[in-house]
């Protein structure tokens, strides 16, 4: 929640102020920055795209020194006092960066030019290693210990809501109203989700768009769950992000708290029953020079206008290809910012979104698409120009359209991401060009925007049916039905653009797809060109959804280009393969409290004790300190092991053998259980007494040797290698339970 507090901080050794609740990327709009970093690749000048995890461009350097951390998304900190953050790949300044050299030389570097550039001569590897190795990655790692601590928390819950949206909290409700243990995780500092965030329309869209409405809804929601969040079978964690979907519905998932304590926390759940409501991406559309500064998600502009009350921009024109972007252009426009143009790919719409915006007077040209812009660090202007009816070529003359803002709406892809990772089967719905939950895998639900649903009344029918479904299953029922009288909104179709043709030869345009790693159109048509059909090998070949996105925004660009150029059926082709984790996580994170002394766990004896009040010497053995030699009077490790061996032959020594592994085995086949470990024989061992084993792997291999004595007709006790006895179990249990 933004506040009237200031904050100061600095960017690139520039100091700035911003309000208490901003992210550094809305702080960073709110002081007319927009160029915040430069392309892996080719160094272009790059601008915030997004207001979410999906961002491409935004990743920074976050403080300096020896204690910082790299590939931080300003769309995802909130700023506080001293912050210091720095753009990445980039030298000697962001503003003049040398590396921008490779924009110019691009046509000489394409996709896969390192995997034929960098064979020959062999005698030049070595130096090509060198460079490739200076160039490499994005950002610094740091030098020092890092000075934050974490945690790791284990959960076991009846449900288990990812998203705290609208379906998300309607969900919750009705769950937490039957008495289950109920868990609700939100990667936001606030709950409410999109229709919270960015609905600022106000009474202009009464009647025909109930955006009013649904901000009352989700208001309501909140409020109620907030009260109820303080009952015995409910609990809300918010700034928490669900990264990994594993087997038997284990999650993981990352909290931050950022205090002085404690920065973040690994969640590790077990739940009954998982209810993705993981909301949906707005995508970009492929043009020329798509990629500058001041180019960005039509609904992250209204994020940041309606919830961080920032104007990203005093002249905007909107590209779209669907009614959604309609709800920026009345934004802006009901903020007093001029609206110059909406184009619009499609011939026509008769959605309410579009109706209310003629009503407004904005000016749309239908069957229209941008096919370059101008403006090196910042965009100036775009081209427009009119298609033929097929929408293959331009018709007409081209007009210059001048703007500081260009807000780009490609339509919606819902977030299957963990759905993906609980091995759910996705299908291809043709009318929105989206691949949505078909069969789970796991015992899970997808609702909302996450499961292709859009509407607000559909969200609330089909979220309150499937959970009725899900709490029959616990035996329990819920009488409230989903909200009655919630207006739909009509939106007409959305037209399928993959590529908006261009008036330049296809390959001397800059349309980007991934644009960290600075993957353009014409790269996946030489991936293409040159043999490659799977779509694992193209992303691979071009780098296409490699980057810390993960392709949040380009995937399906880029299937959608690849099913264009190739002439194959999306659902022919399938996607890429979605792995954990959804968002990066720090090692630290990961790590927990299992660091430096805690990292593996110092195991001693009884008697360490009389060890080391005797001088004795230590070796690792597995986790144990294990006594090793006692020196006296300055001896060598020779001459100490030489004068206890002679006292041992002379008197009696002592040897500490309880650091050996230690295993129980009984039952009825425990005798013939050994035979088949061991290459001894087992069964004519008699009771109260021991013998030698030694135990061989498939590969004729010793894999461990000890003793093993017999305390009973069907009870062994079994000694391993101190440093094996973990391993040995393991494959104990492997023998028993599959072999």
Same mark, same amino acid.
């Given at each position: 929640m933004i506040t009237d507090k200031k904050i100061s901080f600095m960017f690139d050794g520039k100091k700035f102020s911003g309000f208490e609740g901003d992210t550094l990327a809305s702080a960073l709009i709110r002081n007319g920055v927009f160029l915040v970093g430069r392309s892996f690749k080719y160094h272009r000048p790059r601008g915030i795209i997004s207001a979410g995890s999906e961002e491409p461009n935004a990743i920074v350097q976050l403080e300096s020194g020896n204690i910082t951390e790299p590939n931080v998304r300003a769309t995802e900190i909130e700023i506080y006092e001293g912050l210091s953050a720095t753009s990445q790949n980039n030298w000697p300044t962001l503003n003049f960066d040398f590396g921008s050299i490779n924009d110019f030389l691009s046509p000489f570097i394409p996709a896969g030019f390192y995997y034929k550039t960098f064979m020959w001569p062999p005698k030049f590897w070595g130096k090509y290693e060198y460079f490739i190795r200076r160039a490499a990655g994005l950002g610094k790692s740091p030098t020092s210990d890092d000075p934050d601590k974490y945690e790791h928390f284990h959960y076991h819950c009846d449900v288990l809501i990812v998203g705290g949206g609208l379906s998300g909290l309607y969900a919750a409700k009705l769950a937490t109203k039957t008495n289950l243990k109920v868990l609700l995780l939100e990667q936001n500092p606030e709950l409410g989700g999109e229709k919270l965030h960015v609905d600022h329309v106000q009474e202009a869209l009464k009647g025909s768009v109930d955006n009013v409405l649904e901000r009352a809804v989700g208001t309501s929601l909140v409020d109620e769950l907030e009260k109820l969040n303080s009952s015995n079978n409910l609990k809300i964690i918010k700034n928490t992000t669900v990264f990994a979907y594993m087997h038997n519905n284990y999650l993981l998932a990352c909290q931050k708290i950022n205090n002085k304590n404690l920065r973040q926390i690994i969640w590790k759940i077990r739940a009954k029953k998982v209810v993705l409501a993981t909301g949906s991406i707005e995508r970009f559309l492929t043009f020329d020079n798509n990629d500058r500064p001041g180019i960005m998600l039509a609904n992250s502009a209204r994020k940041y206008l309606n919830h961080y009350f920032v104007k990203p921009g005093k002249k905007i024109v909107i590209f779209t290809n669907n009614d959604s972007a309609y709800k920026a252009a009345i934004d802006f426009h009901l903020n007093n910012i001029q609206v110059k143009a909406i184009i619009d790919v499609r011939k026509e719409s008769n959605g309410d979104l579009v109706r209310k915006a003629k009503n407004f007077g904005l000016k749309i040209f239908f069957n229209h698409a941008i096919i370059n812009t101008e403006g090196r660090k910042k965009i100036n202007s775009v081209i427009i120009s009119e298609f033929d009816e097929k929408f293959k070529k331009t018709i007409g003359k081209s007009k210059k359209l001048s703007c500081d803002l260009l807000c780009v709406s490609g339509g919606w892809t819902p977030t299957v991401h963990l759905f993906s990772q609980s091995r759910g089967k996705l299908i291809y719905r043709e009318s929105d060009a989206s691949f949505i939950p078909h069969k789970s895998f796991q015992e899970e639900i997808s609702i909302g925007a996450c499961n292709g649903t859009f509407e607000l009344d559909k969200i609330f029918e089909e979220t309150y049916n499937k959970m009725k479904k899900l709490l029959n299953e616990f035996g329990k029922k819920t009488e409230e039905k989903f909200r009655e009288g919630v207006n739909s909104v009509f939106h007409d179709n959305i037209k399928h653009l993959w590529i908006v043709p261009s008036n330049k030869h296809f390959g001397k345009t800059k349309m980007f797809v991934d644009f960290q790693n600075d993957v353009t159109a014409k790269d996946i048509k030489l991936a293409l060109k040159e043999g490659y059909k799977s779509i694992e090998h193209?992303?691979?070949?071009?780098? +296409?959804?490699?980057?810390?996105?993960?392709?949040?925004?380009?995937?399906?660009?880029?299937?959608?280009?690849?099913?264009?150029?190739?002439?194959?059926?999306?659902?022919?082709?399938?996607?890429?393969?979605?792995?954990?984790?959804? +968002?990066?996580?720090?090692?630290?994170?990961?790590?927990?409290?299992?660091?430096?002394?805690?990292?593996?766990?110092?195991?001693?004896?009884?008697?360490?004790?009389?060890?080391?009040?005797?001088?004795?010497?230590?070796?690792?053995?597995?986790?144990?300190?294990?006594?090793?030699?006692?020196?006296?009077?300055?001896?060598?490790?020779?001459?100490?092991?030489?004068?206890?061996?002679?006292? +041992?032959?002379?008197?009696?020594?002592?040897?500490?053998?309880?650091?050996?592994?230690?295993?129980?085995?009984?039952?009825?086949?425990?005798?013939?259980?050994?035979?088949?470990?061991?290459?001894?024989?087992?069964?004519?061992?008699?009771?109260?007494?021991?013998?030698y084993g030694l135990m061989l792997g498939d590969d004729g291999m010793v894999i461990d040797d000890g003793v093993t004595s017999r305390l009973g007709e069907n009870h062994y006790v079994m000694t391993t290698t101190t440093g094996n006895a973990a391993s040995v179990m393991s494959k104990l249990e492997d023998w028993l339970q599959t072999e």
């Open positions: 193209v992303k691979r070949y071009t780098t +296409t959804g490699m980057a810390t996105d993960q392709g949040k925004i380009s995937n399906i660009n880029a299937l959608g280009i690849i099913s264009t150029l190739s002439g194959l059926p999306i659902h022919e082709l399938g996607t890429t393969t979605f792995r954990l984790p959804y +968002t990066p996580v720090t090692f630290g994170a990961m790590a927990g409290r299992h660091v430096k002394e805690f990292f593996d766990v110092e195991r001693t004896t009884p008697i360490h004790k009389w060890h080391v009040d005797n001088g004795a010497k230590f070796e690792d053995v597995g986790q144990w300190k294990r006594a090793w030699y006692y020196p006296k009077d300055n001896e060598d490790m020779h001459q100490a092991v030489n004068r206890e061996v002679k006292a +041992t032959r002379d008197g009696i020594g002592i040897l500490d053998a309880s650091t050996l592994g230690k295993i129980d085995i009984k039952g009825r086949d425990v005798s013939e259980f050994l035979n088949r470990v061991y290459t001894n024989a087992w069964s004519k061992l008699e009771i109260g007494k021991c013998r």
